[in-house]
């Protein structure tokens, strides 16, 4: 058990690549420019959105004033139609009212009730021009 094992060949020293170093001046010149186009480039995008923003805002502002002025219009058309309806149920409940049925009939037809006597009222201008003029 005690075999002889094959001897193992020398180990030769493994040969290091050379790395080819930059001269690292340059790298860091380059990493700044483009550090400087990178961050030229987020404050155009942010230049470009915030004026889009603006724009958007602008327009929403604009038809905000729009629709407020238009709601005025309506509400005060609905003010006007409130006071004619109210003034037409008026009218239509004392149409309907049983109550007023003579005097409804006395006012559209001019016909008078047998008991009511009329009165017709003479202007007292008119009455002393007729008799200045009567009398010779």
């Known amino acids: 058990m005690n075999a002889i094992q094959p001897s193992r060949p020398p180990l030769q020293p493994i040969e290091k690549r050379r790395v080819i170093s930059r001269p690292k001046r340059h790298l860091r010149q380059r990493s700044y420019q483009v550090m400087g186009l990178e961050s030229t480039a987020k404050i155009a995008v942010n230049l470009v959105i915030t004026a889009v923003a603006a724009s958007a805002f602008a327009q929403l502002l604009s038809y905000q004033w729009l629709q407020q002025e238009k709601l005025r219009e309506i509400s005060t058309d609905v003010k006007l139609m409130e ?7 008026t009218e239509f409940s004392r149409n309907f009212d049983p109550q007023q049925t003579k005097t409804i009939m006395q006012q559209q037809g001019y016909r008078f009730d047998p008991s009511q006597r009329r009165v017709v009222l003479i202007n007292q201008d008119r009455r002393e021009d007729e008799q200045t003029e009567s009398s010779p």
Request: aromatic residues 0%; proline residues 0%.
């Open 83 to 89: 006071g004619h309806v109210n003034a037409l149920q």
